[in-house]
């Protein structure tokens, strides 16, 4: 066996090298040095070794996740997963919708309020991350279900949230979530998606009917402060013009 006392850092490095040469996937590399940096971490400690040899490695870099978006069949198909019969569940066909329609982050529906919805203009004021405000197009179909939404008879009235709990009071982020999963879990999807997957879904879907990607960018609110100027160019004109052209349900 090989001394512990002789394991130095480049034998350590040597080792990190051999598993990236096997293409061995780089988060089982990471898994692996965090056993060894435990492992001399005790040893060292115990008075094994005197010098821990894995302080020096460095994690290698992840690969960003990029989610697999869902075929149109199976936005479809979660679609039909809401009973429209209850307020409730009309309420959540409409939420559906929309986030398919607009591509929103959950925090950005759930911050929704009535005055944001252009019904004539088809067109929703949103307040991103940072409190950055962007125009939003939206289907002819997501804004007649908000109009329907809207004058729903059990809808309670008065409260400036568009989308409310069942105690009249703001949709929460979680419950959306919740409600979500559900949803999932009845058309076969339960651990495929989330509701940002909607959001790569439908920027996946832009740009396979031909949306350019800085347009996508803009309607996503993605561009930092560093590349405001990218909402600047694109007139809520041109956007809408883009957008009736390429999204599948306008």
């Not at 290698?60 to 199976?74: N, V």
Request: with cysteine; charged share 30%.
């Amino acid at each position: 066996l090989f001394p512990l006392e002789k394991v130095e850092s480049r034998t350590l490095k040597q080792y990190m090298y051999a598993l990236s040469e096997a293409s061995t996937h780089r988060r089982t590399v990471v898994r692996r040095l965090a056993t060894l940096r435990s492992f001399f971490k005790y040893a060292c400690r115990e008075g094994l070794i005197e010098k821990n040899p894995a302080e020096e490695l460095e994690n290698p870099k992840l690969e960003k996740r990029i989610p697999s978006p869902l075929t149109y069949d199976q936005v479809v198909s979660l679609f039909e997963q809401p009973d429209t019969s209850t307020y409730l569940g009309f309420r959540d066909r409409v939420i559906l919708e929309l986030f398919y329609s607009s591509g929103l982050r959950v925090s950005e529906l759930t911050g929704l309020n009535r005055d944001d919805f252009d019904a004539e203009g088809l067109l929703l004021l949103v307040r991103g991350k940072g409190k950055k405000e962007r125009i939003v197009p939206i289907t002819k179909c997501a804004r007649d279900f908000i109009v329907q939404y809207l004058h729903h008879p059990e809808r309670p009235q008065g409260e400036e949230a568009l989308f409310l709990n069942r105690f009249g009071k703001r949709l929460s982020p979680r419950s959306v979530d919740r409600k979500f999963d559900l949803y999932l879990k009845q058309s076969g999807l339960a651990g495929k998606a989330t509701p940002h997957t909607i959001r790569h879904t439908i920027a996946t879907h832009w740009l396979e009917n031909g949306m350019d990607l800085k347009t996508i960018q803009v309607l996503l609110g993605h561009s930092n402060l560093s590349t405001t100027t990218i909402y600047t160019r694109v007139s809520t004109a041109l956007k809408k013009e883009v957008y009736d052209k390429t999204h599948p349900r306008a």
